[in-house]
């Protein structure tokens, strides 16, 4: 109570930056009094909270919209790609080298657990310590082992990368197709467009052919700014207008064409390289019908010659690709289909026919003993199931070529959708970590979105953590013979 017999309270509203001190008669005013002023200042505060958050959601929807305004500036300035000029040549550049990292000690010690224990028991247990030098003796000797193997396979690959740039820099088509494939791989669009491409390399025409998926209109972003509604309290999203949505829909495609054929000319310098047909498809699901489709709605073709002269960062895109006399049937927005200039041909030397293998076996197969090619053709075969149901395909590679990879996945969705590897592998205990490192290192290679590492043995707690990291699913043997018997693969088993 002060000397005027009054009560008083200090109150502060950090948010707002104030304070105030509140006076009264009695106890129960001053509680009352109180309370009505931090109930004020907490509607205050919420709205002031809101407000912000809709400022802060209106700054990233204009920086989103920014990005996509200027992704044919952004794609021309970023140069040589880090990694890509080997040997200090930013003339010719060239995708890295890149391999799995190099197994550790760790990981053979989780396999062979010494004993816990043996400082406070081995004095009234002898046998305690001979167990734990021989787990640590299994440990360096399993380590030794799998770092000899490392190196050969690290060496072999080496020495086939090395070989294959002799290939590329001497001219041969099956090397310009695999770095076109890796310039591809390496685009890093906004929001993901992009991902999905495929291109090929003709060697009598010296062309190439891409083939990508555009984003959707519907997946275009068309938010451009977020506004707070003090009197209803609720934050609204302010939208392009139509026309402005039909103009901006048709830059930003213009822009994903031209980004790409710079890329593809830009960072594969060979001279073999003369000319770059692009098409540029468009699936989901049409507004004028309601029903799904698959169009390819631009295409155009450019010699390197005309293309190297254009000044990129100052081109209206739309312009441009009118005057490198691209085809559209009117605007793009109404995803009218073209013939494409030159269709692309999806053939991969890398894959193979998938046999039913299971025919050659009795009537019930253990698939923890099956033979490691016949392995990879049951899995493949049952992916091939698992991916048909909405319209993906799945290829097996061949056994010389497939570089950590042996299946390859393309799944249509343009959501959860584009590149996926499987590599399948019969372990009969646990799987270390390093399984799932070089599924992860082929990811990135190919530019996968996901991988599945399936396998007969166990993974180890490790293994399990990294994949969740990495999007990368695990098929342990029994999961495996449940995938293989939902699926009709019922003459399957499992016995370790």
């Given at each position: 109570?002060g000397?005027?017999?009054?009560?008083?309270?200090?109150?502060?509203?950090?948010?707002?930056?104030?304070?105030k001190?509140?006076?009264?008669?009695?106890?129960?005013?001053?509680?009352?009094?109180?309370?009505?002023?931090?109930?004020?200042?907490?509607?205050?505060?919420?709205?002031?909270?809101?407000a912000?958050?809709?400022?802060?959601?209106?700054?990233?929807?204009?920086?989103?919209?920014?990005?996509?305004?200027?992704?044919?500036?952004?794609?021309?300035?970023?140069?040589i790609?880090?990694?890509?000029?080997?040997?200090?040549?930013?003339?010719?550049?060239?995708?890295?080298?890149?391999?799995?990292?190099?197994?550790?000690?760790?990981?053979?010690?989780?396999?062979?657990?010494?004993?816990?224990?043996?400082?406070?028991?081995?004095?009234?247990?002898?046998?305690?310590?001979?167990?734990?030098?021989?787990?640590?003796?299994?440990?360096?000797?399993?380590?030794?082992?799998?770092?000899?193997?490392?190196?050969?396979?690290?060496?072999?690959?080496?020495?086939?990368?090395?070989?294959?740039?002799?290939?590329?820099?001497?001219?041969?088509?099956?090397?310009?197709?695999?770095?076109?494939?890796?310039?591809?791989?390496?685009?890093?669009?906004?929001?993901?467009?992009?991902?999905?491409?495929?291109?090929?390399?003709?060697?009598?025409?010296?062309?190439?052919?891409?083939?990508?998926?555009?984003?959707?209109?519907?997946?275009?972003?068309t938010?451009?700014?977020?506004?707070y509604i003090?009197?209803?309290?609720?934050?609204?999203?302010?939208?392009?207008?139509?026309?402005?949505?039909?103009?901006?829909?048709?830059?930003?495609?213009?822009?994903?064409?031209?980004?790409?054929?710079?890329?593809?000319?830009?960072?594969?310098?060979?001279?073999?390289?003369?000319?770059?047909?692009?098409?540029?498809?468009?699936?989901?699901?049409?507004?004028?019908?309601?029903?799904?489709?698959?169009?390819?709605?631009?295409?155009?073709?450019?010699?390197?010659?005309?293309?190297?002269?254009?000044?990129?960062?100052r081109?209206?895109?739309?312009?441009?690709?009118?005057?490198?006399?691209?085809?559209?049937?009117?605007?793009?927005?109404?995803?009218?289909?073209?013939?494409?200039?030159?269709?692309?041909?999806?053939q991969?030397?890398r894959?193979?026919?998938?046999?039913?293998?299971?025919?050659?076996?009795p009537?019930?197969?253990?698939?923890?003993?099956?033979?490691?090619?016949?392995?990879?053709?049951?899995?493949?075969?049952?992916?091939?199931?698992?991916?048909?149901?909405?319209?993906?395909?799945?290829?097996?590679?061949?056994?010389?070529?497939?570089?950590?990879?042996?299946?390859?996945?393309f799944d249509?969705?343009?959501?959860?959708?584009?590149?996926?590897?499987?590599?399948?592998?019969?372990?009969?205990?646990?799987?270390?970590?390093?399984?799932?490192?070089?599924?992860?290192?082929?990811?990135?290679?190919?530019?996968?979105?996901?991988?599945?590492?399936?396998?007969?043995?166990?993974?180890?707690?490790?293994?399990?953590?990294?994949?969740?990291?990495?999007?990368?699913?695990?098929?342990?043997?029994?999961?495996?013979?449940?995938?293989?018997?939902?699926?009709?693969?019922?003459?399957?088993?499992?016995?370790?």
């Amino acid at each position: 109570m002060g000397a005027s017999g009054k009560y008083q309270q200090l109150i502060r509203s950090d948010l707002l930056r104030e304070e105030k001190v509140i006076i009264a008669r009695t106890k129960a005013e001053l509680r009352t009094k109180v309370d009505q002023q931090l109930r004020t200042w907490k509607q205050q505060e919420t709205q002031l909270v809101d407000a912000q958050a809709a400022e802060i959601r209106t700054q990233e929807a204009k920086a989103l919209l920014l990005t996509l305004d200027t992704l044919l500036q952004q794609e021309v300035r970023k140069g040589i790609k880090p990694g890509w000029n080997g040997q200090g040549s930013a003339s010719f550049p060239y995708p890295p080298f890149l391999f799995e990292p190099a197994p550790t000690y760790e990981e053979s010690e989780q396999l062979f657990p010494p004993p816990q224990g043996l400082f406070f028991f081995a004095p009234f247990q002898p046998g305690l310590r001979k167990q734990r030098e021989e787990m640590i003796a299994h440990a360096q000797h399993h380590y030794q082992q799998k770092v000899a193997e490392y190196k050969e396979l690290r060496a072999k690959a080496l020495n086939e990368y090395k070989a294959q740039r002799r290939a590329y820099e001497q001219g041969d088509a099956g090397a310009i197709r695999w770095v076109l494939e890796q310039v591809l791989a390496h685009l890093n669009f906004p929001c993901g467009y992009g991902t999905l491409c495929k291109v090929d390399f003709d060697e009598e025409s010296e062309e190439a052919v891409v083939k990508m998926f555009f984003p959707h209109v519907d997946e275009m972003p068309t938010v451009t700014a977020h506004r707070y509604i003090r009197s209803r309290k609720v934050i609204e999203e302010m939208r392009l207008k139509a026309r402005d949505i039909q103009d901006r829909y048709e830059n930003l495609l213009a822009q994903i064409t031209l980004a790409t054929m710079f890329r593809v000319f830009h960072d594969a310098t060979t001279q073999r390289l003369q000319s770059v047909v692009f098409n540029g498809y468009v699936q989901g699901i049409h507004p004028a019908t309601g029903r799904l489709f698959k169009s390819c709605i631009l295409t155009v073709r450019a010699k390197r010659t005309e293309f190297e002269a254009l000044n990129l960062e100052r081109v209206t895109p739309t312009k441009c690709l009118r005057n490198l006399r691209g085809l559209t049937a009117g605007p793009l927005i109404d995803l009218t289909p073209v013939q494409p200039i030159r269709v692309l041909q999806t053939q991969d030397d890398r894959f193979v026919e998938t046999e039913d293998v299971l025919t050659n076996y009795p009537s019930t197969v253990n698939i923890a003993t099956m033979h490691w090619r016949d392995f990879e053709h049951l899995i493949a075969t049952l992916f091939n199931k698992i991916f048909e149901s909405f319209g993906g395909e799945v290829h097996l590679t061949r056994p010389s070529s497939d570089a950590g990879v042996d299946a390859v996945a393309f799944d249509p969705d343009p959501i959860r959708g584009g590149k996926i590897i499987i590599q399948a592998k019969r372990y009969q205990d646990l799987v270390p970590k390093s399984a799932v490192r070089e599924l992860i290192g082929a990811m990135g290679i190919e530019r996968a979105t996901r991988g599945y590492l399936v396998t007969t043995g166990r993974f180890s707690r490790d293994a399990r953590e990294l994949a969740s990291e990495h999007n990368v699913t695990l098929f342990d043997g029994r999961e495996l013979l449940h995938q293989l018997h939902t699926y009709g693969f019922l003459d399957a088993t499992f016995q370790q």
